[in-house]
């Protein structure tokens, strides 16, 4: 999936917000001060103004390490979907790939250069098949199959780059796997001496751009739009 490119325009204080505001449009992402009925064109320009004040801006570069798992009883991997497709889609540059969705829809102010994706390693859990027929992570026993934690999930993941991987160089991380674990950012996990608040898992079933680059925004600290929250909430009106 090719995303268009867009001129890039100078790194300025104004721009930054600009690339801001973009982000938290094409991401759905926005602060809790926007939910809430829709706003006048008035009350727009306003809540643009508390976006920018409540919303900060990450660095410009954020590189991230994406660590790729293994179950523990499971060591296939999808047709297509090796080391080289992660470290193109994640990596590098030219390829249509999220290093340069990121930078193209910041306008430059977001750089995922220096970002690595690991060898496949095995991590410490077992697999199970659903009642659905899909294979999804399991907690080690004597935990049941869906007993284990997004954040477990992660951990387990990243400590498998403990001495390998100088974590102080990366803005975040990724854990992936071969199974299926769901996708979830912004969960805490410490490793190698660093905190990342808001790290991100996800899964070889999920491998597309949209829902990475989702993900990941969640990684910069933004959350769900006006749009989804509204959406949310007529969902459970509906059903209760």
Not at 184 to 199: L, M, N, S, W
């Amino acid at each position: 999936m090719r995303i268009p490119s867009q001129s890039c325009a100078p790194h300025t204080v104004g721009m930054r917000r600009l690339a801001l505001q973009s982000l938290l449009i094409l991401l759905c992402a926005a602060v809790s001060s926007c939910s809430g009925t829709s706003p006048s064109s008035g009350a727009a320009n306003d809540q643009v103004a508390t976006v920018e004040e409540a919303v900060q801006a990450p660095p410009q570069s954020t590189p991230w390490l994406v660590v790729l798992c293994k179950a523990s009883d499971y060591q296939t991997v999808p047709a297509g979907l090796d080391v080289g497709f992660f470290r193109r889609l994640f990596a590098t540059r030219g390829t249509g790939g999220l290093l340069d969705y990121w930078r193209d829809q910041s306008y430059g102010n977001v750089d995922l250069t220096g970002s690595v994706v690991t060898d496949w390693a095995t991590g410490p859990n077992p697999s199970y098949i659903a009642s659905d027929g899909n294979r999804w992570i399991a907690a080690r026993p004597p935990n049941s199959p869906g007993s284990i934690t997004g954040q477990q999930v992660i951990q387990d993941c990243i400590n498998t780059q403990q001495g390998k991987q100088d974590f102080s160089k990366f803005y975040n991380v990724i854990a992936l796997y071969n199974v299926l674990v769901g996708t979830q950012g912004g969960i805490g996990a410490v490793v190698g001496g660093k905190t990342f608040p808001a790290a991100v898992k996800v899964d070889v079933g999920t491998a597309g751009m949209t829902v990475l680059a989702h993900e990941m925004g969640h990684g910069y600290t933004l959350g769900h739009s006006f749009v989804a929250v509204v959406r949310e909430n007529i969902a459970i009106h509906m059903t209760s």
